[in-house]
Structures are given as structure tokens and as C-alpha cells.
């Protein structure tokens, strides 16, 4: 499904990812863990079309997809929620949600999911999404990125600047989208919870991948155990 080889991105000097590998497959969920400033958001940036890499590939389907623009990575069935939710503040929920008619993928139907996947979302449907509480705002973006009826979700920190009661509310959606069959990948700073509710995970550190492996393995691993679960 998503197939990432050889990837490396850059800030100028600054070698962000180096040389990064990885797979998602068709209806697994996966996680990127590792310090700050490891390069994971580049590496999602880089996916999703967002920042332009200067080496190796990154497939959905065989299709190569790192240097199509932001919109056809999206026409191509891929989408992304990035790190700070961006949500659009003077908009409505509803108008939120149907801003990815632009991506050509949108039916009316999908609308009805999301609502069904996050019935706060429908009892705000009218209300401003500047004035959500932020996990309203991360279910809102998660949301809009399913308009898309993606192939594969990708997620920045999900849990980001929430509660643990309302982190653990968007994980529980997050659960649910994967047993439906969705693909994802996030990246997760709590690395407890996300090994918790992953199929796989990769570690990241100064720009590569340094471990992988099964949650369940990778819950044992000494390493990770100290550096991201302590
Ligand atoms: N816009 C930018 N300009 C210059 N350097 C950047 C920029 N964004 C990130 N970097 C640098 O690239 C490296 C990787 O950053 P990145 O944000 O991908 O890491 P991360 O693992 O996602 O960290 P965090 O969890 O803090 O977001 C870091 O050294 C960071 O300082």
C-alpha cells in the first residue's frame, strides 16, 4: 500500500531524514515514534506532499507520489492531518468537513460516517471550529481528512497538547477506523499508547530509522522501553 524507500529530506544544510524506509500495508496501523527533532514530521511532511525531498520515493499503490503536488497526493488517496490540527478558525464544522469537496474524492455519504465516528462533531455541526476545545478540533481534522475517503491516513501527533481523557477519546476513534480497514500511520510522541493500539512501529532518531518492528516486540525492546515509555 504506502511503500517509502531511501527517503531524505532537508532544510537547506540541516539533513532531516536520511535515507528512511518503510511500509504500510493495506489495513495495518502503524506507528513513527522517536525523540524531538528526530525528523518524524519531516518524514510524514515529505509523504503527504508537503515538503519536497531530495531523494528516494514514496509509493501508494505503486504510484509515485513525492513530487506530485499537495492536491494530487490527495486525488491519489492519501491524507494527512498535520501537527497543530490547522483547522479553519472563522468556519463552521460543516463547512470544515466539506472544504474536501475540493479534493474530488468527497461523497455526501461520508459526512454521515464521520458524524456516526464523532457524534461531537455532529451536536457542533454549527458551530465555529475556532471555538472547539482542541480534541474537538483533532476529531475535526481527522474528520475533514476522512472526506477524502482516503486509501491511507496519515496523522502528526494526534494526541498533541490534550488531556489524557480526550486523548484517549481520539485514540478510541482512531481504533475504530482501523478496524473498519483503514490504513494509517501516525506519528506519536506517547509512545505507550501508541503501541498499545498499533500493529507496527518504527523508531526515529537524528533523521533515521534506528528500530522496527511488531508493537508487541517493540514494547519489549529495552531501548524503547527507556527512552520513549519511562
Ligand atoms: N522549517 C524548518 N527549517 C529548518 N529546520 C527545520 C525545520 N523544520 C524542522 N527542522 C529541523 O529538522 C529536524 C527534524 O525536525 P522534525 O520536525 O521533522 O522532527 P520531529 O521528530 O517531528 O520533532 P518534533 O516531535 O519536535 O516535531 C530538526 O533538527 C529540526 O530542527
Redesign the pocket.
Known sequence: MLNVSSLSAS??A?N??RGVDLQVSAGSLCVLL????????????SIAGLHRPIGGSVKLNDQEISRLSLHRVVKSGLAFVP?GRMVVAPLTVEENLKLSHFSGRSEPSLLDKVYTLFPRLADRRRQLAGLMSGGEQQMLAIGRALMTKPQMLVL??PSMGLAPAIVDLVFQSIVELHKEGQSILL?E?NAAIALSVCDYGYV?KR?QIVIEGTASVLKENPEVLEAYMS
Open positions: 532544510y537547506g540541516i532531516a531524514v522517536g525523540a524531538n527533532g528526530a525528523g518524524k514530521s519531516t518524514t510524514l511532511r501537527e502528526d501527533e506519528v510522541q526515529m533523521g
